[in-house]
């Protein structure tokens, strides 16, 4: 009789799981906002060479080295070579402060959606402000993702991936056509969003770009190794790596399809400008102003608009809650409902700051909670996704391009019967070179852009940029303590001691 499995029961079930994950508010709402501030077409093609050179490779990789330990991070990098466990521990603690940031945008979007034939245009600062309005809301975000993620692998997050994100794709579909038809104007926001004009991309937006790609994708941040390591033999990884990868492109390229055609066309019609298109304003200030003009197919819109969005962060913080409970139910043996009942508790207290501290910046309060000068929800995301996500990211490269060797990697490939023919010789280069390279320019630019960011366009010293990163370096520092004081010598635990804590 086959043993009771721990993990995905279809190859096309753990594509559309880490799919669910890459694709996020990165894509829907990131990804044009950086767009539109980076100038437009020219972001768009440096970031599809990025998903194409850096984002492949680093994905390949990330799911091999969970797929061959079958384990959390932590064990899968220890597997990898007994020197190196403690870059496991790293991709660890990043989901577990992404997840309670994300959730509160979640909550935003879950917020926006329930309100869709409301009010939402013009409402969001004040909705920001009313702190229990977010908690309650982040609150319900993350008691989606709980349930889910309770459930297992098999039956909680592929089942639910295999309904999500079908629905996700035909909604997104939808919008881009009615964005498409609205006549006046969509011409001008085609030509935005598809002729480059390279003149307008600066280095930074090069930078940008490229951190986007990691972000969008879920790499660095322990979600593919985990993944990864619920997938059996059968499912072939190349492939699997190229469809996720086309379907988070896919979904980002769609989203400026859906939004630039439909924000030119407000502009265009109404001769208002469209109000805020930087970071947050883009989902919750403009679109909504948009919507909102269009009556009361605008409201339709706008609500299948929102829940697509919310399916697309909750199927996101989903594969952050599974890295982190996956971690503690193998290291400690704990049932699956205990330890997923105790992360969403935590990530609901820790995001109640969060969500405040946003909400009072966004408000203009004296006296609101910053820290380096940032709001925590900023705060969170700069020492994640700019500071330690191209690190996590390096140490899976350098894993298999020199830890484990390409070699090894191309022989235990063709042992799971992938023939790789000539894209191994490649995949060599890129994985030992290249992306390594190219990763840690990311580091290396990302870091001093904080330190040293351009103000009236000279770069001046920042003493919150040097802060932030220092702390991030910190936390980096922590957890290798960490490691070395409590994991190293003990057993961290596999896929299969979930089985076990089950009995
Ligand atoms: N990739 C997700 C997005 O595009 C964010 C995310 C990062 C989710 C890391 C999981 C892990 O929004």
């Avoid at 990868?245 to 769609?254: E, H, I, P, Q, W």
């Avoid at 391009?401 to 191309?410: A, E």
């Amino acid at each position: 009789m086959e043993k009771k499995q721990n993990g995905f029961a279809s190859g096309l079930g753990f594509i559309l799981a880490a799919a669910g994950s890459a694709v996020g508010l990165g894509n829907l709402w990131g990804f044009p906002y950086k767009t539109h501030a980076n100038g437009g077409a020219a972001f768009v093609l440096v970031y599809v060479a990025c998903v194409l050179f850096i984002g492949i490779v680093t994905m390949l990789c990330e799911i091999y080295i969970g797929r061959r330990a079958k384990a959390n991070p932590v064990t899968a990098f220890k597997f990898a070579s007994s020197k190196i466990g403690w870059f496991g521990v790293l991709a660890v603690i990043i989901p577990g402060f992404i997840s309670c940031y994300y959730a509160v945008l979640g909550g935003y979007t879950v917020r926006f959606t329930v309100n869709s034939f409301g009010t939402n245009a013009g409402s969001f600062v004040s909705f920001a402000e009313k702190e229990w309005l977010v908690i309650l809301f982040t609150a319900v975000f993350i008691g989606t993702a709980l349930l889910v993620v309770m459930g297992g692998v098999k039956d909680g997050i592929e089942k639910s991936s295999k309904v999500l994100m079908p629905a996700l794709f035909i909604i997104l579909v939808g919008t881009v056509i009615f964005s498409l038809s609205l006549g006046e104007g969509v011409s001008e926001g085609l030509a935005f969003y598809m002729k480059p004009d390279f003149s307008k991309l600066s280095g930074s937006g090069i930078l940008a770009a490229m951190g986007q790609a990691f972000y969008s994708l879920s790499l660095g941040m322990g979600a593919m190794v985990a993944y990864g390591s619920y997938t059996g033999k059968e499912v072939n990884l190349l492939k699997s790596t190229a469809m996720i990868c086309l379907c988070d492109t896919g979904v980002a390229l769609l989203a400026g399809f859906a939004i630039f055609p439909a924000v030119y066309h407000y502009t265009a019609t109404t001769g208002l400008e469209a109000g805020s298109f930087q970071g947050v304003g883009l989902m919750f200030q403009t679109l909504p102003l948009v919507f909102e003009d269009l009556g009361f197919i605008g409201k339709v819109i706008q609500f299948f608009f929102f829940f697509m969005v919310s399916i697309a962060a909750v199927t996101s913080v989903i594969s952050l809650f599974e890295v982190v409970s996956q971690f503690f139910i193998q290291k400690f043996r704990i049932r699956r409902k205990k330890v997923v009942m105790a992360v969403a508790v935590v990530a609901v207290l820790i995001s109640v700051p969060i969500g405040i501290s946003l909400g009072q910046v966004l408000g203009g309060k004296e006296n609101a909670i910053v820290i380096f000068g940032q709001n925590l929800l900023d705060l969170f995301d700069i020492i994640t996704n700019t500071v330690l996500m191209p690190v996590c990211a390096f140490f899976s490269c350098i894993t298999v391009g020199w830890i484990i060797g390409p070699k090894k990697f191309s022989r235990e490939m063709e042992q799971d019967g992938q023939k790789l023919g000539l894209f191994s010789s490649l995949f060599s280069v890129m994985v030992k070179f290249v992306t390594p390279l190219l990763i840690l320019a990311i580091e290396i630019f990302g870091v001093y852009d904080l330190v040293f960011p351009v103000v009236d366009s000279a770069r001046s010293f920042s003493a919150n940029g040097l802060g932030i990163t220092l702390s991030a370096y910190g936390l980096l520092a922590l957890g290798t303590v960490i490691y070395f004081v409590f994991l190293k010598n003990s057993d961290t635990g596999t896929n299969e001691d979930e089985t076990r804590a089950e009995k």
